[in-house]
């Protein structure tokens, strides 16, 4: 591969004003609406020619929300700030910071549609 993995990710969600609103107070950033037919998206903040994956909430009848196996891991500063953001916008803390070595920490997190994400940090 020439370029990083991910390119792209989508979180699945099933009430959109929740979800977009846990994740706006967890990582302090605004959702922008995408025009797409037939799906409700809401991207994070994209920035053109940068590393890392773009991203969006997405609401698609028929596509639930939960209990995939599939985790999107969001860089941060310190990932236990954002794990207690997580938990205080009303999802829930599944495994606080913890060290992964040479590599930094990561915390797991529960959304308020039930996806399990990952925060990574290198403090």
């Known amino acids: 591969m020439a370029s990083n993995p991910v ?17 706006e107070a967890v990582f302090s950033a605004h959702l922008e609406r995408l025009d797409s037919p037939g ?5 994070f903040p994209m920035h053109s ?6 991203g969006s909430l997405v609401k698609m009848e028929g596509y639930p929300s939960g209990g995939s196996n ?3 891991y969001f860089t ?7 794990a207690k953001r997580a938990s205080a916008s009303g999802g829930r803390i599944f495994k606080d910071k913890f060290s992964i070595g040479k590599y930094g920490f990561i915390a797991l997190v ?14």
Not at 76 to 82: K, S
Not at 110 to 123: K, R, Y
């Open 7 to 23: 390119g792209w990710f989508e979180i699945y969600v099933q009430d959109m004003p929740r979800a977009k609103a846990f994740y």
């Open 39 to 43: 799906i409700e998206m809401w991207s």
């Open 49 to 54: 020619g940068q590393p890392g994956a773009a």
């Open 70 to 72: 599939t985790i999107v």
């Open 76 to 82: 941060c500063t310190d990932c236990a700030v954002e």
């Open 110 to 123: 529960t959304d308020t549609e039930g996806n399990m994400i990952g925060l990574h940090s290198m403090q």
